[in-house]
C-alpha cells in the first residue's frame, strides 16, 4: 500500500470522527427548562474548546501507540509495555485535570476512569489500526510475491517442456527436406508459431482457451511425425473455446507425459485428449496407454512439470478446480476441471 494511500485513509477517518464529535455534542447540548438547541456560534464558544483540547489528546495517545506497536506487542518487551501504561496514565490525568471542573471525590474518581477508559479505547484503536494497516500490506506483498512465483513457475514451466521435442522435431524438419520439401515446410511453420506461442503469447495471465488448444494441436501433429502410426492420436473438442480465458500452459504438460509414457504407439488412438466446454466450465481429460509390464525411460522433468501445474491450480484457481491422475493396470489417465469465471 502506497504511502499517499495510508496518509489519505488516516485524514478522512479523523475527519469523519471530527464531524462525528462536534455534531454529536452540538445536538447533544440544550438550554434548561426549554430544551431548544442551541446555535452553533454560542456552542463554538461555550463548548468547542474543550472537544478540540480532547481531540488533540486523543491523536497523540493514537499516533503514540499506533507507532509504538511493533514495540509494545513484541515477545517479552516488557519495558515498552509498561512505559505505554504509564504514558496512558500520565495523559489521562493531565486530561482529566484540564477537563474536570471540581466536585466530590467520588465523582471525581469517576471521572478520571471515564477519561482513562475513553484514552485507553483510543490507544486500542490506534493498535488496531496499526495491525489493519500491517496486514493490508502483508496481503498485498503476498499477492505480488504470489504473482513473482507465478511467473517463475511459469518460465520454468516452459523450460521444463522437452528440448528432446525440439531437437526431434528439427531432425524430422532436415529428412523431411529431401524427402517431402512441402511437408517440412508447413512443419517449420507449426514450429515457429510453437515457439512463438511460448515465448511471447504466454507473458499475459490469461490467453483465449482456443489459442491454447492450437498449440496443442500443433505440438501433437509435430510429435505425430516421427511415428509411422498415422492414428495414433486423437484430439476432441466439445463446446466454444473461443468465449473462454484461461491461465496459459494449463495442459501442454500432461499432453507431453502422455506422448513419453504410452508403451503402445502401434495401437490406433493409444493417446486421447478431450476438452469439453460447458458455460465457463473447462474439462480436459487425457488417456494414454500404459502397460505396467513393458519398461518406460522416464526423466526428472514430467514429475517437476506435474507439481509445477498443481501449484499453479492451487493459486490461480483455488477452490476452482478438481485435478484427478489415475494410473491403472494398462492405461494413464488425467482428469481437470476448471471454473474460469472470476466471482
Not at 471515564?114 to 479505547?121: D, G, H, K, M, P
Not at 515457439?195 to 507473458?203: A, G, Q, S
Request: glycine share 4%; with cysteine; aromatic share 12%.
Amino acid at each position: 500500500m502506497k504511502k499517499q494511500t495510508i496518509l489519505i485513509i488516516h485524514i478522512l477517518s479523523w475527519v469523519v470522527l471530527g464531524v462525528f464529535m462536534f455534531l454529536n455534542k452540538w445536538i447533544g447540548t440544550f438550554i434548561p427548562p426549554y430544551q431548544e438547541m442551541i446555535l452553533f456560534k454560542d456552542f463554538i464558544n461555550m463548548v468547542a474548546p474543550h472537544i478540540i483540547v480532547r481531540a488533540i489528546f486523543y491523536i497523540i495517545i493514537f499516533y503514540l501507540f499506533y507507532f509504538l506497536k511493533p514495540k509494545i506487542f513484541a515477545e517479552r518487551n516488557y519495558g515498552y509495555k509498561t512505559g505505554a501504561i504509564l504514558l496512558l496514565t500520565i495523559i489521562s490525568i493531565a486530561l482529566y485535570l484540564y477537563l474536570n471542573s471540581g466536585g466530590k471525590e467520588l465523582q471525581a474518581v469517576v471521572t478520571f476512569i471515564r477519561f482513562y477508559s475513553a484514552n485507553l479505547l483510543t490507544a486500542i484503536l490506534g493498535s488496531l489500526f496499526r495491525f489493519a494497516i500491517d496486514w493490508i500490506k502483508l496481503k498485498i506483498k503476498s499477492e505480488e510475491l504470489q504473482k513473482q512465483n507465478l511467473q517463475g513457475e511459469l518460465n520454468l514451466l516452459k523450460n521444463q517442456i522437452s528440448p528432446h521435442f525440439f531437437f526431434n522435431t528439427l531432425n524430422n524438419i532436415d529428412s523431411l527436406i529431401k524427402s517431402n520439401a512441402e511437408k517440412a515446410s508447413e512443419t517449420l511453420v507449426k514450429l515457429s508459431e510453437i515457439m512463438r506461442y511460448m515465448i511471447y503469447d504466454t507473458k499475459v495471465n490469461k490467453v483465449s482457451l482456443a489459442s491454447e488448444i492450437k498449440h496443442i494441436e500443433n505440438y501433437i501433429e509435430l510429435q505425430a511425425i516421427q511415428y509411422a502410426n498415422k492414428n495414433l492420436v486423437s484430439l476432441t473438442v466439445k463446446g466454444a473455446p473461443e468465449n473462454i480465458s484461461i491461465a496459459p500452459i494449463m495442459f501442454v504438460s500432461f499432453v507431453e507425459n502422455a506422448f513419453k509414457h504410452c508403451t503402445d504407439k502401434e495401437i490406433d488412438d493409444a493417446i486421447q485428449f478431450q476438452f469439453s466446454i460447458e458455460g465457463d466450465i473447462v474439462t480436459f481429460e487425457s488417456r494414454n496407454l500404459a502397460d505396467k509390464t513393458k519398461l518406460i525411460t522416464k526423466d526428472d522433468s514430467s514429475g517437476v512439470g506435474l507439481d509445477i501445474i498443481k501449484r499453479r491450480l492451487e493459486l490461480i484457481y483455488p477452490e476452482k478446480h478438481k485435478l484427478e491422475i489415475k494410473e491403472e493396470d494398462d492405461s494413464f489417465k488425467v482428469f481437470l476441471r476448471i471454473t474460469t469465471n472470476d466471482n
